[in-house]
């Protein structure tokens, strides 16, 4: 069974930038999603990538800021954040999607326990 460990999150001002990963343990993943959840808030689709690192989607409010990429060989993948915002704080975490829609968190199974991220105004 794959187990999924988020990493890389912290406390960051406004306007600046932080890398996650998201590895794996077990066998290797196939195509992988971020979500990421705000307090009070419903979970909220990032970006996802295909297994063979294309194609690859982001969500229109992270698109131009943010870039999902992948290690196979490290059975990995990393979500690289730049010009955050304080609207990007939350709580962000990686799955394993099987479905068809990738901006649907009911598509993913294997949830990690997420890593905090914090932008401070």
């Known amino acids: 069974q794959v187990q999924l460990v988020e990493s890389g999150g912290g406390l960051v001002q406004a306007g600046g930038s932080l890398r996650l990963s998201c590895t794996a343990s077990g066998r290797a993943v196939r195509s992988v999603g971020w979500f990421r959840q705000a307090p009070g808030k419903e979970r909220e689709f990032v970006a996802h990538?295909?297994?063979?690192?294309?194609?690859?989607y982001h969500a229109n409010s992270v698109k131009g800021r943010f870039v999902i990429s992948r290690d196979n060989a490290e059975n990995s993948v990393s979500l690289q954040m730049n010009s955050l915002k304080p609207e990007d704080t939350g709580v962000y975490s990686c799955a394993i999607y099987s479905g068809d829609n990738v901006e649907d968190a009911i598509n993913y199974g294997g949830w990690g326990k997420g890593t905090l991220v914090t932008v401070a105004s």
């Open positions: 990538i295909h297994w063979s690192g294309s194609p690859a």
